[in-house]
T-cell receptor
Framework: GDSVTQTEGQVALSEEDFLTIHCNYS??????LFWYVQYPGEGPQFLFR?????EKGSSRGFEATYDKGTTSFHLRKASVQESDSAVYYC???????????FGAGTKLTIKP | GGIITQTPKFLIGQEGQKLTLKCQQN?????MYWYRQDSGKGLRLIYY???????QKGDLSEGYDASREKKSSFSLTVTSAQKNEMAVFLC?????????????FGHGTKLSVL
């Protein structure tokens, strides 16, 4: 079945550092790819998505580019802030039905 | 805008007990989901429903039942709670989109089994 792999379980950075969280996927079809962010005590919130190869999704300074060749959708931000501390989830939508599969999540901690 | 309401917020059960979690949405969305969230394992899909009275199994459906009696509500039953089980159950909804639409989540029900 479909799967999403997030390499980093935890990332610790300082403010203004560059962020990369790696996401790779495995799917039989041509899935849509998503990033979600979750703050303590809340449910995950949609950050952005991309639906085709080379498409870039972005929101709030975060961005990721759909790469079908490397089956990746890595999350990047040029300069992180303390308020970006949260858990980030990569997800894929199984084209042809409504099933959405999530990765294990990456906990991001930003030190002031 | 809309909201997803999950009840209860906290649920404490006994080993072997049947426990029911409820979810209501006022987005008028067709599709609803139940996910289980465990530390280090992310969100795992238990059941989803694409319309009233429809049920589709996810990757973690064993040990659970679900019911979608109305468009706005989706309930999940833990058929036999496991001792020391601790997890957060998240409900979500979306418009139909062949896997391309964003999900809207509730705040979760935290389950603890004594």
């Amino acid at each position: 079945g479909d799967s999403v792999t997030q390499t980093e379980g935890q990332v610790a950075l300082s403010e203004e550092d560059f962020l990369t969280i790696h996401c790779n996927y495995s799917a039989s079809g041509y899935p849509a790819l998503f990033w979600y962010v979750q703050y303590p005590g809340e449910g995950p919130q949609f950050l952005f998505r991309a639906s085709r190869d080379k498409e870039k999704g972005s929101s709030r300074g975060f961005e990721a580019t759909y790469d079908k060749g490397t089956t990746s959708f890595h999350l990047r931000k040029a300069s992180v802030q303390e308020s970006d501390s949260a858990v980030y989830y990569c997800a894929l939508g199984d084209f042809g039905n409504e099933k959405i599969t999530f990765g294990a999540g990456t906990k991001l901690t930003i030190k002031p | 805008g809309g909201i997803i309401t999950q009840t209860p917020k906290f649920l404490i059960g006994q080993e072997g007990q049947k426990l029911t979690l409820k979810c209501q949405q006022n987005f008028n969305h067709d599709t609803m989901y139940w996910y289980r969230q465990d530390s280090g394992k992310g969100l795992r899909l238990i059941y989803y429903s694409i319309t009233e009275n429809d049920l589709q199994k996810g990757d973690l459906s064993e040990g659970y039942d679900a019911s979608r009696e109305k468009k706005s509500s989706f309930s999940l039953t833990v058929t036999s709670a496991q001792k020391n089980e601790m997890a957060v159950f998240l409900c979500a909804s979306s418009v139909p989109g062949q896997g391309t639409e964003r999900l809207f989540f509730g705040h979760g029900t935290k389950l603890s089994v004594l």
